[in-house]
């Protein structure tokens, strides 16, 4: 177990490792920020804060000199970055579950090949293969690029083959993946933690509700099709998180569907879906991923009241944050952004044991 007074390294700068932070914080470690970008609202709350690039080795080697172990806060982390840092420091979770999860068809054979039931797709290499997946895949269905993709971004809809064209453009003509749509009657979440001695703990599953592609409620309880559906769900993500050794938290999305539950895609990381776990769980995510990379003891997962309604402040959704606070029963976290745009996140705000005004 990392004793108190150690330093946790997280890779990444965003508001997922703000709030690691605060929780690593709370069970008496230090944080040392490492990330490419000048402004971190992680590193506000840090102890020390790196600013460099993924491939500067010599910084990367520094960094992890004051460091007792690592972990990252996104998937999008280069594997190089990852890989370099596990031969000067334990970096938990590895590697292994952030290149399956960067690579949409790598992640959906993989996911397969464990008894996993991901949406019909076909690979799309270039535009002569989107013609070839559209007859095997058939319209409705969505291309999206194989990495870097998130928050609805490098996605585009197809209503009929006719649309061809314009969605390859639309991705800006990267290797992709065409997706069949799937009919389904609610999204959830199975998150879970793992500890270093194979542990594994389940939240409740909450039900997301997605805007242009960006996540903006996500509830407790469940309705019944997802109770009914979330056992194999649980199933499958921890044979994942075995096949991996997988360490911290880990998060698979879901869709219920009359066949059962359809995989959609996987985050080795904290996640925005449970956010809610903060005040809503007997122990949040981001104590539990502390917990979980230090070696400490795994806390309840339990939820504390229902019901549960965690709402994302996205974009100008931000300016409610004054009426939010006077809601006696609203729990507000502003992340500390100061450019306000559309679809970015910049807060969220959680009701427990009530409904929001």
């Known amino acids: 177990m990392l004793p108190p007074g150690s330093t946790i390294g997280i890779l990444g700068g965003g508001q997922l490792g703000r709030m690691l932070a605060v929780a690593a914080a709370q069970l008496g470690y230090r944080v040392h920020i490492y990330a490419p970008d ?209 360490v911290g938290v880990l998060t698979g999305e879901f869709f219920t569907t009359t066949d059962g539950p359809v995989f959609n895609e996987m985050a080795p990381r904290v996640h925005n879906s449970g956010h809610w776990t903060i005040e809503g769980a007997v122990t949040s995510q981001f104590e539990n991923h502390i917990r979980a990379v230090a070696g400490l003891p795994l806390g309840s997962t339990d939820t504390a009241a229902l019901p549960v309604t965690m709402h994302n402040l996205i974009g100008g959704g931000i300016e409610t944050v004054p009426d939010l606070l006077a809601d006696p029963a609203c729990h507000v976290h502003h992340y500390g952004k100061a450019e306000v745009r559309d679809g970015r996140k910049l807060g969220h705000a959680t009701w427990v044991g009530t409904e929001p005004a």
């Open 38 to 246: 000048r402004e971190s609202v992680a590193a506000d709350v840090a102890a020390q804060h790196t600013q460099a690039a993924w491939d500067d080795e010599p910084r990367l080697a520094a960094f992890a000199a004051h460091c007792d172990v690592v972990t990252y806060e996104f998937e999008n982390v280069p594997v190089e970055t990852v890989r370099f840092l596990s031969g000067h420091v334990a970096v938990r979770p590895g590697g292994a579950g952030l290149e399956i999860a960067q690579d949409r068809l790598t992640e959906k054979n993989f996911v397969a090949g464990l008894g996993g039931r991901p949406a019909p797709f076909a690979p799309v290499p270039d535009r002569a293969a989107l013609d070839a997946a559209l007859e095997q895949i058939g319209a409705p269905a969505i291309l999206k690029t194989v990495r870097m993709g998130y928050d609805g971004k490098g996605q585009a809809r197809l209503a009929t083959a006719a649309d061809a064209d314009a969605a390859w453009d639309g991705i800006d003509r990267h290797a992709a993946v065409l997706e069949g749509f799937v009919t389904f009657d609610h999204e959830f979440s199975v998150l879970l933690v793992r500890g270093i001695d194979g542990e594994v703990r389940f939240w409740d599953s909450p039900v997301n509700v997605h805007e242009g592609g960006i996540l903006a409620t996500s509830t407790l309880p469940p309705p019944r099709i997802v109770l009914d559906q979330q056992d194999e769900a649980r199933a499958l993500m921890a044979r994942i998180a075995e096949e991996l050794d997988y």
